[in-house]
């Protein structure tokens, strides 16, 4: 019986069905950027715009299905993005900033679930949205939320039974119209936004 415990206990820090698990950690969102921009309805020649990148705190709520299929929902402290002329827009500076959240809803399959590390890869659906704005060289700016896939990768490492670090890459390819004043004119750009989200941080399961 001796013999047996330390398999056990190995066992047992897999992820199993029923789990229930939360995460806390960071995130980065890199904007991989860029824009169709119209002004009083024509096309602008070689103008777009770019966005900053962000840091913010994320968090998790994920359930295992099975051992291997579990559902994650995704959320965070919204951040503040600037956007900024580029290109031939370049002289316009910063356009505006806007306030945005993003959450998601992915499956994902665990590869070697019963063991300390475990690689899983994910599938869902995520909705950007934008909570506010604020005026730059364009006035009166807003932008739409927006649908989206997102395709994901990462892992887990488990510390003992209950704690284990997480990291995972989501691919988010998703586009938003947004529109305001420029110089007294009517505005509109069609914005490729595509994020890549870096996320890690601490597992606590129940």
């Given at each position: ?186 505005m509109t750009a069609r914005v490729t936004l595509n994020p890549t989200v870096v996320q890690a941080g601490l597992s606590y399961r129940f």
């Amino acid at each position: 019986m001796l013999a047996a415990a330390p398999a056990y206990a190995e066992d047992s820090i897999g992820w199993h069905k029923g789990d229930i698990v939360i995460r806390a950690g960071g995130a980065g969102v890199f904007f991989n950027s860029s824009a169709e921009v119209k002004v009083a309805g024509n096309v602008v020649p070689g103008g777009s715009v770019s966005l900053s990148n962000n840091a913010t705190a994320s968090g998790e709520l994920e359930y295992f299905v099975t051992s291997n299929i579990s559902l994650a929902a995704n959320f965070g402290i919204p951040p503040e993005t600037r956007i900024t002329g580029a290109g031939t827009l370049a002289p316009l500076g910063v356009a505006g900033r806007v306030r945005y959240g993003f959450g998601d809803l992915v499956a994902r399959y665990h590869v070697g679930a019963a063991g300390r590390f475990s690689p899983f890869a994910g599938l869902g659906v995520g909705r950007i949205f934008v909570f506010s704005t604020r005026d730059g060289s364009v006035s009166g700016l807003s932008a739409d939320s927006a649908w989206a896939p997102v395709v994901q990768g990462g892992a887990d490492f488990h510390l003992n039974r209950q704690i284990s670090l997480y990291a995972n890459v989501s691919y988010v390819p998703v586009k938003t119209d947004a529109r305001g004043l420029m110089q007294g004119l009517p505005m509109t750009a069609r914005v490729t936004l595509n994020p890549t989200v870096v996320q890690a941080g601490l597992s606590y399961r129940f």
